[in-house]
């Protein structure tokens, strides 16, 4: 069953953002199982809102790239909240924010 995964940190800035997307090399190599990524900073800082195909390909994500990565910048580990997906509708215009192709792992 698809899951939505949020993920809200207050003490996140856009520089580990970035950082962490370096180390994890996501866009290059996406996890296998995450269908879709999306990230924002507003005032209460980080958040982000994922597609996951599983909890198990999350969870796997979590202990193998993502937890580790925070650890190089003294980051507390991921805690996202996930919730079962009813339903999702993307228009096909969403198409032009596709990553070219990419090895996942």
Same mark, same amino acid.
């Given at each position: 069953?698809?899951?939505?995964?949020?993920?809200?940190? $207050?003490?996140? &800035?856009?520089?580990?953002?970035? &950082?962490?997307?370096?180390?994890?090399?996501?866009?290059?190599?996406?996890?296998?199982?995450?269908?879709?990524?999306? &990230?924002?900073?507003?005032?209460?800082?980080?958040?982000?809102?994922?597609?996951? +195909?599983?909890?198990?390909?999350? +969870?796997?994500?979590?202990? *193998?790239?993502?937890?580790?990565?925070? *650890?190089?910048?003294?980051?507390?580990?991921?805690? $996202?909240?996930?919730?079962?997906?009813?339903?999702?509708?993307? &228009? $096909?215009?969403?198409?032009?924010?596709?990553? $070219?192709?990419?090895?996942?792992?």
């Amino acid at each position: 069953m698809a899951l939505m995964v949020t993920y809200d940190e $207050p003490n996140v &800035s856009r520089e580990d953002y970035d &950082s962490v997307r370096a180390q994890v090399g996501w866009e290059a190599a996406p996890p296998l199982g995450c269908l879709l990524h999306m &990230s924002y900073f507003d005032d209460a800082g980080f958040h982000s809102v994922d597609i996951w +195909d599983s909890q198990a390909e999350l +969870d796997a994500y979590l202990a *193998k790239r993502f937890n580790p990565a925070l *650890k190089v910048l003294q980051l507390p580990d991921a805690a $996202p909240k996930a919730m079962e997906l009813h339903l999702v509708a993307a &228009s $096909p215009a969403l198409e032009k924010y596709f990553l $070219p192709a990419a090895t996942v792992d």
